[in-house]
Nanobody, 123 residues
Framework: QLPLVESGGGLVQPGGSLRLSCAAS????????IGWFRQAPGKEREGVSC????????FYADSVKGRFTISRDNAKNTVSLQMNSLKPEDTAVYYC????????????????WGQGTQVTVSS
């Protein structure tokens, strides 16, 4: 299991931006493929984006393409998700996790889910 901590969520108006951060302590994230998932009330958890640590591939769900950007900061040992042009349907709890990351999809790689960070898009 890879214990990760999410932060950066909040309440934002439609069209606004947020930057989520996924942090680790005690190990280096640049050795792992990391992904972001989200779960809205009453819905299944879905993969949003991921970054492959081996080949640099990134994945984005169709619903967020062109609006979300995943990035790594190895100096800070974090993986971030920049979310722009937010929509009410982006409202969910967002989680980061170790993943198998491919260009067309992402798969959760271990049994660990953190607490997540709540993102609410509302006017």
């Amino acid at each position: 299991q890879l214990p990760l901590v999410e932060s950066g969520g909040g309440l934002v108006q439609p069209g606004g931006s947020l930057r989520l951060s996924c942090a680790a302590s005690g190990f280096s994230l640049d050795h792992y493929s990391i992904g972001w998932f989200r779960q809205a009330p009453g819905k299944e958890r879905e993969g949003v984006s991921c970054s492959n640590s081996v080949n640099g591939i990134t994945f984005y769900a169709d619903s967020v393409k062109g609006r979300f950007t995943i990035s790594r900061d190895n100096a800070k040992n974090t993986v971030s998700l920049q979310m722009n042009s937010l929509k009410p349907e982006d409202t969910a709890v967002y989680y980061c996790a170790a993943v198998f990351c491919y260009s067309e999809y992402v798969i959760h790689a271990d049994n660990y889910w953190g607490q997540g960070t709540q993102v609410t898009v509302s006017s």
